[in-house]
C-alpha cells in the first residue's frame, strides 16, 4: 500500500496488485506524528471504449392540451464525421410534411398537432458528450468513491468518538502548520496594493515577460550546478522555451498534449502519479507502464523499459506492413518516457548514474523525456537533484526534454495553480514543432493567473539580496521539518504489524508495503486494508 509525506496535486493511479501495495504519507506537524495521505501508485491502463449514442423521444401535443406519447427510440448518430469518425453525420432535422415513413402511423395527429406552445412537432433531444470527455477517467475514483460515500466523519455519530483523519490530503498547506514562503505572499500584497504593478490586465498565453525570464534563468542556473560552465552557456534555456501553466499538472496536460495522438504511445512509471495516464488516455493515446524496482531504491527498471520499447516497434512494424488499413496504426509508437524524480508515491531521487542510464536508453531508441521535476530540490540526508536536462547536456544534448515544474510543493502554494515547461531541444531541434504546438495550446486556456505570475520571479530571481537570503533560508527549514516528520513516521509505521516501510530520498512521500500474509483473512489487498481501517478507526488512506 502507498503512504504519503505530504501530496501532489492529483489523485492515485489505477489499483495496484494483490501482490504488492503501497501508500503515500503526508505528515502534519500539528500532531508530532502521523497525519498521512496515501495515494495509489499502481495500477495498469484501461482498454474500454465510450461510444455514446443518444435516442430521441417524439412526444406529440394535441391542440386540447393533451399529450401522447410515441417512443420511438429513435437512435441518433454522432453530431460530426470529425469528432467521432465511427459514426455518420446526425439526421437533419424534418418540417411536419416531410415525416420519415417510420411515423407514418402518426401524420394524421402531427398534422393537427401543438407542440409544447409551437407550430410544429418538437422532437427532445440529447446533446453528446464528446469522445475526448469519455476518455477522461481516474480509475482510482470507482474503487474510493464507494468506500468513502457511506463514511462517517464525526465521532459522535459513529458513537465511538473517532472523528475522521483524512491521510489521503495532497495538500501540504492544509492543517494551516505549514504556511507558504513569506517571499510570495509579499510579492502578491505588493502587487495589489500598486495601482502600476496590479497585475489585472491580460498577458501573453505563454506567461509574463517576467516570469518567463525568471523560470529561463533558474532552470540555466540549476544547469551551472550540474556541469560545465561552458557547456551550460551553449545550453541555457531562454524565455522563449518556457510556458507558464495552471499549476504542474496544466504544465503536463501541455506537454502531453502537444506530443501525443490518438494510437501513439506513453511510458509511465509504476508506481506512479495517476495523471499521466488520464491525460494520455483522454487523447486517445495509449499508456504502458514501466517497473519501478522496491529493492533498489525504486530506480526504473530499465530492461522492462527497453523490453516495452521494442515491442511497440515490433507491433508498429507489423501493422505498417499488414495489407489490412484498419490495422494500420500509423501512430503506434512510442512519443515519450515519463521520468518523475524526486518520485510521487515512492519519494526515491535518482542518483546521476541511473540518470544516464535512462537518457542513454531515450538516445538509442530516440524518444524524448518528459521529465516532471516538481519536487525539485526537496531532497534529504545529502541526496543530491540532478535537473534530467543538465544530464542530457552532459551526454551532447542527443535527448530532447520537456521538464514540468512549478512553485506549489516547494514554496507551499499548490492552490496558486503556478507551473511551467520547459524545452531543452537535442542539437536536431527534434521537438521544436511540439514547442510550436504547446505555444498554440496555451492559448486555449490562457495560462496562470496574472496576479499569481507576479510571485514566480519573486523567488526565482529575486531584485535585491535581502531577498533572496530569507527564501533560501525559509526552503532550507521546510525541506528540515519535512525530513524529521519523514523520519518520525516511518520509524512508528516500521513498528507496525505487516507493515514495511521503504525511507523516502526526497519529496513528500513514503511507500509502505502490506505484507498481506501476516494478517488475516479479511485483508486480501490494500483496497482491503483501505477499507477495514475507514471502518475500524475512521482513518481515509488511498490504495
Not at 534555456?237 to 496536460?253: F, H, N, T
Not at 495560462?447 to 533560501?472: C, K, M
Request: contains cysteine; hydrophobic residues 40%.
Amino acid at each position: 500500500m502507498p503512504l504519503s509525506l505530504l501530496d501532489k496535486d492529483g489523485d492515485p493511479p489505477p489499483p495496484p496488485s494483490t501482490t504488492k501495495t503501497a501508500a503515500n504519507i503526508i505528515m502534519d506537524k500539528t500532531t508530532n506524528a502521523t497525519n498521512a495521505s496515501i495515494e495509489n501508485i499502481d495500477g495498469a491502463g484501461s482498454d474500454t471504449d465510450f461510444v455514446l449514442v443518444p435516442f430521441v423521444e417524439t412526444k406529440i401535443m394535441k391542440k386540447n392540451g393533451q399529450e401522447e406519447e410515441e417512443s420511438s427510440s429513435v437512435i441518433t448518430p454522432a453530431t460530426s464525421t470529425s469528432s467521432s469518425p465511427e459514426l455518420p453525420p446526425s439526421t437533419p432535422h424534418h418540417d411536419v410534411d416531410d415525416v420519415p415513413s417510420c411515423f407514418d402511423e402518426l401524420n394524421d395527429t402531427l398534422a393537427t398537432a401543438t407542440v409544447l406552445g409551437q407550430d410544429d412537432a418538437s422532437i427532445a433531444w440529447v446533446a453528446p458528450a464528446s469522445q475526448k470527455s469519455l476518455r477522461t477517467h481516474n480509475p482510482i475514483r470507482a474503487i474510493v468513491d464507494p468506500i468513502m460515500s457511506s463514511s462517517i466523519k464525526s465521532g459522535v455519530e459513529r458513537g465511538d468518538g473517532k472523528d475522521q483523519i483524512s491521510l489521503a490530503l495532497g495538500d501540504p498547506t492544509a492543517y494551516g502548520n505549514m504556511p507558504p514562503c513569506p517571499a510570495i505572499v509579499s510579492a502578491i500584497t505588493r502587487a495589489v496594493q500598486s495601482p502600476s504593478t496590479m497585475a489585472a490586465g491580460y498577458v501573453n498565453a505563454c506567461g509574463t515577460p517576467e516570469a518567463r525570464a525568471a523560470i529561463a534563468k533558474h532552470h540555466t542556473n540549476l544547469m551551472k550546478k550540474n556541469v560545465s560552465a561552458s557547456l551550460a552557456s551553449a545550453h541555457r534555456v531562454s524565455p522563449e522555451d518556457v510556458i507558464v501553466a495552471s499549476g504542474a499538472s496544466g504544465a503536463l496536460e501541455l506537454a502531453l498534449t502537444a506530443l501525443l495522438d490518438e494510437d501513439s504511445v506513453l511510458l509511465v512509471p509504476r508506481p506512479g502519479f495517476p495523471l499521466y495516464q488520464v491525460i494520455a488516455e483522454s487523447h486517445g493515446a495509449s499508456v504502458v507502464h514501466y517497473d519501478l524496482l522496491p529493492d533498489q531504491r525504486w530506480e526504473c527498471d530499465l530492461n522492462h523499459m527497453e523490453g516495452i520499447i521494442l515491442g511497440e516497434k515490433i507491433k508498429k512494424e507489423k501493422s505498417s506492413s499488414s495489407n489490412d488499413s484498419s490495422n494500420n496504426k500509423k501512430n503506434n509508437v512510442v512519443r515519450g518516457i515519463v521520468v518523475n524524480n524526486p518520485s510521487n508515491p515512492t519519494g526515491a531521487v535518482y542518483s546521476e548514474e541511473h540518470l544516464m542510464q535512462i537518457v542513454e536508453l531515450a538516445e538509442k531508441y530516440q524518444v524524448p523525456i518528459v521529465a516532471d521535476e516538481i519536487y525539485g530540490d526537496m531532497t534529504f540526508e545529502g541526496k543530491v537533484f540532478h535537473p534530467m536536462a543538465s544530464v542530457a547536456a552532459k551526454l551532447g544534448c542527443n535527448v530532447p526534454i520537456i521538464t514540468a515544474s512549478g512553485l506549489g510543493k516547494q514554496y507551499l502554494v499548490p492552490g496558486w495553480r503556478l507551473g511551467w515547461i520547459v524545452f531543452n531541444d537535442n542539437h536536431h531541434g527534434a521537438i521544436q514543432e511540439v514547442k510550436k504546438g504547446a505555444q498554440r495550446l496555451a492559448q486555449v486556456v490562457l495560462g496562470s493567473s496574472h496576479l499569481a505570475q507576479v510571485a514566480i520571479p519573486a523567488v526565482l530571481d529575486p531584485t535585491e539580496e535581502s531577498d533572496l537570503v530569507p527564501t533560501l533560508l525559509w526552503k532550507r527549514n521546510l525541506y528540515s521539518t519535512i525530513e524529521m516528520q519523514a523520519k518520525l513516521l516511518c520509524a512508528l509505521l516500521n513498528e507496525c504489524h505487516g507493515l514495511d516501510v521503504i525511507f523516502p530520498e526526497g519529496a513528500m512521500y513514503a511507500m509502505v508495503r502490506i505484507e498481506v500474509d501476516k494478517f488475516d483473512d479479511s485483508i486480501v489487498d490494500d483496497v482491503s486494508f483501505m477499507k477495514l481501517l475507514l471502518e475500524e478507526e475512521n482513518v481515509v488512506v488511498l490504495p
